[in-house]
């Protein structure tokens, strides 16, 4: 295979992935949330720390290559009366189209019911080039690679090339299940259009399936794109339209294999199953993705992108319309940047291990809970959640409030939870808990505004272990039966505002020389309200007004809080490091 060199460095990428989930990108932000350090000491990840896959060779010189001369390919003229080649290396029977020899074939013509099969020697590569082929096959891959060292598959400037596999019965024993399929490393590349239709996958390789252009506009029963070991995508248009997965890697044999890679394109995906699927990595470095998944059988996962060990989204457009999670993985979640629209039926961003945001404008206008992992950490991005639950939730045990919905998650049960924001500006419109950590909870930066739910049974902050803020803003609107403050540790003033009424409208807090120093308009009526800025000093009067209301403040405590709460003691709503500033 062509890449070996590359797939010889992943087993000194994962040593390094290894030592990352114990440096950096794995803990660094953990130690100093669950140990209840400043926010100063929190260790900042960058993009260059997460480097799980080898991409410096993930495409070839020749992957990219779609340059031919015509008068030195062999001509094949495909013809279900009779198809014509000169070539030695060329059989025909009947209708089926055997290549024995390496080199590069210019495929026209149509076969009403036959294929093309490549069946060279293992060092032999192959480049097929189609100029306006149509091949129907009734009963089995309308291309077939049973072997060679690589095939190539080039879609002509300006042609259209349709390949129809309507069955696969009697394919049992051969395991064909593709209108195209190989067994070796398959690559399309070109700029023409590809047209697939298939009773079972659109395109399989048993080893990586690359693609670095072309139109592709496949209907398939199952998967639409299916590679074994990888599958690569540089560029191209996609519209897949998928009984199954739309885009799949599996491998069960390599733990480090079974990757899914896209650097561009424009891909549209519609899927019975998931939209991209991996049992190791996806990682998008770029492109233009529309994913919508959908479902009758409730025991199907229909997420948006998937992935067994890590999620990786450099850079990109998303727009997700998902039964299921939007983004999901049973590992780490590592959001680098790119812009996101997510309606999901479940949540909107979510992780078994880590859920990590370094940048990105994210906008989760439909989902159960918005943005969830056993740890969360945002450093930086515009984020937007609209949530039926909790907007961004850490749970260190089994997501108890999962139960019994579809795409329900669970969590290690003796693993620590925490949610660290260093950076970045959030918006939480939550029905359950705005915020929710089943351990720690730190600020050291950014913009927060939550508007909690109009019920005493969540909170807008909600925490069982500790919670300290030592820089940036927040303003938590919500009820008071569970309203919680940050905690004595905190460095930097906080204000727990627990009202007789309940009040609507904007919130405003101002010094003695009437400076607006945080305003905000819940979504919803509140009776309570956390606010903590820069500017909140231990001795200092303000006036905070919310709605109508007005009131004078002096804060006799760096954390303090004022008015009662439903709550009490040892039921997960104010504990005593929260209140009046009390240790």
């Known amino acids: 295979m062509e890449e070996n060199s590359m797939k010889r460095k992943y087993m000194i990428i994962v040593l390094m992935a290894g030592a990352l989930e114990l440096t950096g990108c794995s803990q660094g932000t953990s130690n100093s949330a669950k140990n209840g350090t400043t926010g100063s000491e929190n260790?900042?990840?960058?993009?260059?720390?997460?480097?799980?896959?080898?991409?410096?060779?993930?495409?070839?010189?020749?992957d990219r290559d779609t340059e031919y001369?015509?008068?030195?390919?062999?001509?094949?003229?495909?013809?279900?009366?009779?198809?014509?080649?000169?070539?030695?290396?060329?059989?025909?029977?009947?209708?089926?189209?055997?290549?024995?020899?390496?080199?590069?074939?210019?495929?026209?013509?149509?076969?009403?019911?036959?294929?093309?099969?490549?069946?060279?020697?293992?060092?032999?590569?192959?480049?097929?080039?189609?100029?306006?082929?149509?091949?129907?096959?009734?009963?089995?891959?309308?291309?077939?690679?049973?072997?060679?060292?690589?095939?190539?598959?080039?879609?002509?400037?300006?042609?259209?090339?349709?390949?129809?596999?309507?069955?696969?019965?009697?394919?049992?024993?051969?395991?064909?299940?593709?209108?195209?399929?190989?067994?070796?490393?398959?690559?399309?590349?070109?700029?023409?259009?590809?047209?697939?239709?298939?009773?079972?996958?659109?395109?399989?390789?048993?080893?990586?399936?690359?693609l670095t252009g072309g139109v592709y506009q496949i209907q398939s029963e199952k998967q639409g794109l299916s590679g074994k070991e990888s599958v690569r995508i540089a560029?191209?248009?996609?519209?897949?339209?998928?009984?199954?997965?739309?885009?799949h890697s599996e491998d069960t044999?390599?733990?480090?294999?079974?990757?899914?890679?896209?650097?561009?394109?424009?891909?549209?995906?519609?899927?019975?199953?998931?939209?991209?699927?991996?049992s190791y990595v996806v990682q998008a470095d770029g492109g233009s993705f529309d994913i919508s998944t959908s479902s009758t059988e409730t025991d199907t996962s229909t997420k948006g992108i998937k992935a067994q060990k890590y999620v990786i989204l450099k850079?990109?457009?998303?727009?997700?319309?998902?039964?299921?999670?939007g983004i999901h993985c049973n590992g780490n979640v590592y959001v680098c940047g790119g812009t996101y629209s997510i309606n999901s039926g479940d949540d909107g961003i979510h992780a078994d291990d880590q859920t990590v945001v370094l940048d990105g404008k994210i906008d989760i206008t439909n989902c159960y809970e918005g943005i969830e992992g056993q740890s969360v950490t945002i450093q930086d991005g515009t984020i937007?959640?609209?949530?039926?639950?909790?907007?961004?939730?850490?749970?260190?045990?089994?997501?108890?409030?999962?139960?019994?919905?579809?795409?329900?998650?669970?969590?290690?049960?003796?693993?620590?939870?925490?949610?660290?924001?260093?950076?970045?500006?959030?918006?939480?419109?939550?029905?359950?808990?705005?915020?929710?950590?089943?351990?720690?909870?730190?600020?050291?930066?950014?913009?927060?505004?939550?508007?909690?739910?109009?019920?005493?049974?969540?909170?807008?902050?909600?925490?069982?272990g500790t919670a300290t803020i030592t820089g940036g803003t927040v303003v938590a609107a919500g009820m008071s039966g569970m309203a919680q403050n940050f905690g004595s540790d905190s460095t930097q003033g906080t204000m727990l505002i627990n009202l007789d009424t309940d009040q609507s409208g904007e919130i405003t807090l101002k010094d003695t020389?009437?400076?607006?120093?945080?305003?905000?308009?819940p979504v919803r009526d509140f009776n309570s309200v956390v606010i903590s800025c820069e500017e909140l000093e231990e001795g200092a009067a303000y006036t905070l007004t919310t709605g109508l209301e007005s009131e004078k403040i002096?804060?006799?405590?760096?954390?303090?809080?004022?008015?009662?709460?439903?709550?009490?003691?040892?039921?997960?709503?104010?504990?005593?490091?929260?209140?009046?500033?009390?240790?």
Do not use: W
């Open 235 to 247: 560029d191209g248009t996609f519209t897949i339209t998928s009984g199954t997965d739309a885009i």
């Open 69 to 210: 001369d015509e008068s030195e390919c062999t001509a094949i003229s495909l013809s279900d009366e009779e198809t014509k080649c000169d070539s030695d290396g060329v059989k025909m029977d009947g209708q089926t189209v055997t290549i024995t020899e390496g080199g590069t074939y210019l495929l026209t013509g149509s076969l009403s019911n036959g294929s093309v099969v490549v069946d060279t020697d293992k060092t032999e590569k192959v480049q097929l080039i189609l100029e306006n082929v149509s091949i129907i096959n009734e009963e089995g891959a309308g291309i077939c690679v049973e072997q060679a060292d690589k095939v190539f598959i080039t879609l002509a400037d300006g042609s259209t090339n349709k390949i129809v596999s309507n069955s696969f019965t009697g394919n049992e024993d051969t395991n064909i299940d593709g209108a195209i399929f190989s067994r070796e490393d398959l690559t399309l590349n070109g700029s023409g259009t590809l047209k697939i239709t298939s009773a079972a996958h659109g395109i399989v390789s048993k080893d990586d399936l690359v």
């Open 315 to 325: 850079d990109g457009t998303y727009q997700l319309a998902t039964a299921d999670d």
């Open 384 to 464: 937007k959640i609209v949530s039926s639950d909790d907007g961004l939730n850490a749970a260190g045990g089994n997501d108890q409030s999962s139960m019994g919905r579809p795409g329900e998650n669970t969590f290690q049960e003796d693993s620590d939870a925490y949610i660290d924001i260093l950076g970045g500006t959030i918006e939480i419109d939550a029905k359950g808990d705005g915020i929710d950590s089943n351990g720690d909870f730190s600020v050291s930066g950014g913009v927060i505004y939550v508007s909690g739910p109009g019920d005493d049974g969540n909170g807008a902050l909600d925490y069982d």
């Open 554 to 583: 002096t804060m006799s405590s760096l954390v303090y809080s004022e008015g009662q709460s439903m709550q009490g003691p040892g039921q997960g709503g104010p504990r005593m490091d929260g209140q009046n500033g009390q240790p």
């Open 513 to 521: 020389d009437g400076t607006v120093l945080v305003s905000y308009t």
């Open 253 to 278: 044999d390599e733990d480090t294999k079974g990757f899914v890679y896209i650097t561009g394109g424009v891909l549209t995906l519609a899927a019975g199953g998931d939209g991209i699927s991996s």
């Open 43 to 62: 260790t900042i990840i960058s993009e260059s720390d997460i480097a799980i896959l080898d991409t410096e060779d993930m495409f070839t010189e020749r």
